[in-house]
């Protein structure tokens, strides 16, 4: 009687007992996105991500979903998600709309600024059900970020001349993610107030800004470079000593291995204010 009656105990358990969770499914529409999940140790729930996914290594090797600005809704479909994460300023209204359309269930991460990180990192910790991790990664950043603005924070100002490309050569306003980083490492961008984001300048503009330095990406055509600034022979960026080579993705991603970036470009432009002739 005893074991009958301890035996209907553990079904009546079992039956009480809340139900297992689902395990997410998440696809990300952005690199950075795909980088914040892995932050909150959620990586091992990623099915897709978007094309320019290359960190960590884990979400780097998974299906692509399309572009951050177009996205194969078929492909998406097909991982059967739980969870779509897409790009607040970045994913276009129509593709949010057209995946909730589809009956997905698609969340906004808006990132202002720098600080703004952190915030994203605890709650897509806590909504993910890694608040722990969350916060971990959120005060992690914190902190690394607080001691990079102490450590340039009395530095010399340069005014820099950030480079995209060189037949023609394009730049960056204030509003450009760079413009912060440049001005965390105690630089000024002498095209901060062009209208446009991005925009093509001429060499004649170039000579005229007259920048202490020029700063571009690794991935950039050297010889192309090299070629626009043996044109500008007169102008002290065309000193090699002056020119500084940066990890272009680190640099702009909205996660933590922005300060990844950051770091490399303060150190690159310590190298020109120690160097340059």
């Avoid at 043996?230 to 002290?236: S, V």
């Avoid at 002056?242 to 990890?247: E, F, I, L, M, S």
């Amino acid at each position: 009687m005893r074991v009958a009656l301890s035996a209907l105990l553990l079904l009546l358990g079992g039956a009480l007992a809340p139900p297992a969770l689902a395990a997410e499914r998440i696809v990300t529409l952005a690199p950075h996105l795909a980088e914040l999940v892995c932050a909150v140790q959620a990586c091992g729930e990623l099915v897709g991500v978007s094309a320019y996914t290359d960190a960590p290594p884990r979400a780097a090797a998974l299906p692509q979903v399309g572009s951050a600005f177009s996205v194969n809704y078929e492909a998406v479909l097909a991982l059967q998600p739980t969870r779509v994460l897409a790009w607040g300023g970045g994913t276009p209204p129509a593709t949010i709309q057209r995946l909730r359309d589809l009956g997905l269930n698609v969340e906004v991460v808006s990132i202002d600024d720098l600080d703004g990180i952190a915030g994203a990192l605890e709650s897509l910790g806590a909504d993910l059900g890694h608040a722990e991790a969350g916060e971990a990664a959120a005060d992690a950043y914190r902190d690394r970020l607080q001691a990079l603005r102490a450590r340039y924070a009395d530095r010399p100002r340069l005014r820099v001349f950030y480079q995209i490309e060189s037949a023609p050569a394009y730049t960056v306003n204030g509003e450009s993610p760079i413009s912060t980083a440049l001005d965390l490492c105690g630089a000024d961008n002498v095209f901060s107030s062009l209208p446009a984001l991005s925009s093509v300048v001429s060499p004649e503009a170039v000579l005229a800004a007259d920048p202490d330095a020029v700063v571009y990406a690794a991935d950039e055509d050297r010889r192309g470079i090299a070629a626009f600034w043996a044109k500008l022979d007169g102008a002290r960026a065309a000193d090699p000593s002056r020119q500084v080579v940066v990890d272009a993705n680190a640099l702009t991603r909205q996660s933590p291995r922005v300060l990844d970036g950051i770091e490399q470009l303060c150190e690159g432009l310590d190298r020109v204010r120690r160097d340059a002739r």
